[in-house]
């Protein structure tokens, strides 16, 4: 049944890790007014369709990506801690986390350089040591890695439903189902329409994952969807694949690409994927999410490979979905001709990490225009000055 038009203080479109966050964080802050948020998604969260699922997704304070991300890390971990208090529900698993790969790894060496710059307790590990202290392993004896002991792992599934029980508990409306078709400014706030009716804000936010070039045509440029594929095999010696003796990874394999993976958790099962896959641009809405053949051969090699008492037979194998940007570092920041829209994406296969902090930062832009942490990497205008100056 359409819904007639409604008035509310922030509109979110997309409820998923991003979005869920975002709305907990701003209903939180309304109390007893949590009413005026009101978060919109196409499916049902926590879902298979886009981004934000998978039983495991990586944190780690080591981040090769740059630096600058260490500090916005810091507070997602606090973030995330303060959910699980909030919620009485455990989302974060502690095992270590370690980057490893050939000589002069990227992988490794910009790891180290934020471990450095940020004072982050960690090894630098030869593959003897790897293997001595990680039996798993199986790698050639001239590889090196970086064991740091704050990484694990977030259960998504479980964040997403976690930060939207508290959302509604507080007053925030979630309206599933439902899709967002159009927006546009109205004064100095928003007008929503979906296909089911209605909506206005003084303010809107953008976390749309992969759709986010649909809502928001402005940014399509700039942010490229794109197919992934996860598998997990069972184990032989599923001892070796606990989260007490087996750290999450990422796995810098020279020309054949950068994998990562998880102990068994939620499945009994080594879950293995490759960071862009086949580098699939898609549209979310005509993507085969059915796993192909070779998407399990691709996985199945490196984990034969390097994990031949992991890689028995195939458990589960999934798809997801990252939204890209140029240069791999995410879209947080208030729309360069809408200042009352603000978006959160392009979250480039690195983000789910980030969750927690991310809702924080959103709730700070929509409320108050501006937000203490240090997202001048984000920010939407970065592509047009780079085209300037070149």
């Not at 790698?139 to 977030?154: C, E, H, R, T, V």
């Not at 108050?368 to 070149?390: C, M, P, Q, V, Y």
Request: aromatic share 10%; charged share 25%.
């Amino acid at each position: 049944m359409p819904r007639s038009s409604s008035r509310h203080d922030v509109i979110i479109a997309g409820a998923g890790g991003m979005g869920s966050a975002a709305a907990f964080h701003l209903a939180r802050r309304f109390r007893n007014g949590g009413q005026r948020v009101l978060a919109i998604d196409a499916f049902e969260p926590p879902h298979e369709m886009g981004s934000s699922h998978g039983l495991t997704r990586i944190i780690r304070l080591a981040y090769h990506e740059d630096p600058s991300y260490v500090p916005l890390l810091r507070r997602a971990y606090e973030l995330w801690r303060d959910l699980e208090r909030a919620s009485g529900q455990r989302v974060l698993t502690i095992t270590g986390s370690l980057e490893l790969g050939p000589p002069g790894s990227a992988a490794v060496a910009d790891a180290l350089a934020s471990c450095h710059e940020h004072d982050i307790p960690h090894d630098v590990l030869s593959a003897r040591e790897i293997m001595a202290r990680f039996p798993a392993y199986r790698i050639p004896d001239d590889y090196a890695g970086l064991l740091q002991p704050d990484g694990g792992f977030l259960d998504p599934e479980g964040c997403i439903a976690a930060h939207l029980k508290l959302a509604q508990a507080l007053g925030a409306e979630l309206h599933t189902g439902e899709r967002v078709v159009e927006w546009e400014p109205q004064g100095d706030g928003v007008r929503v329409r979906t296909d089911r009716g209605e909506y206005e804000a003084g303010r809107l936010i953008i976390t749309a994952g992969a759709w986010l070039p649909k809502v928001a045509p402005r940014f399509a440029p700039v942010a490229s969807p794109e197919r992934n594929a996860l598998a997990w095999f069972r184990p032989q010696r599923p001892d070796l694949f606990e989260p007490s003796a087996f750290p999450v990874f990422i796995f810098d394999d020279g020309d054949s690409g950068w994998f990562y993976g998880f102990p068994m958790h939620g499945l009994p099962g080594l879950k293995v994927g490759k960071h862009h896959h086949f580098r699939e641009v898609v549209d979310p809405d005509t993507v085969d999410r059915t796993p192909r053949p070779q998407d399990e051969a691709a996985l199945r090699r490196f984990a034969e490979r390097y994990f031949p008492e992991g890689a028995g037979e195939t458990l589960r194998l999934a798809t997801c979905l990252y939204t890209n940007t140029p240069d791999g570092h995410f879209l947080i920041d208030r729309h360069p001709d809408c200042p009352q829209v603000i978006i959160g994406g392009g979250f480039s296969g690195h983000g789910y990490k980030f969750c927690s902090l991310v809702g924080e930062v959103l709730a700070d832009l929509a409320l108050d225009g501006k937000t203490r942490h240090d997202i001048h990497l984000f920010r939407a205008g970065r592509f047009s000055e780079t085209s300037r100056s070149g």
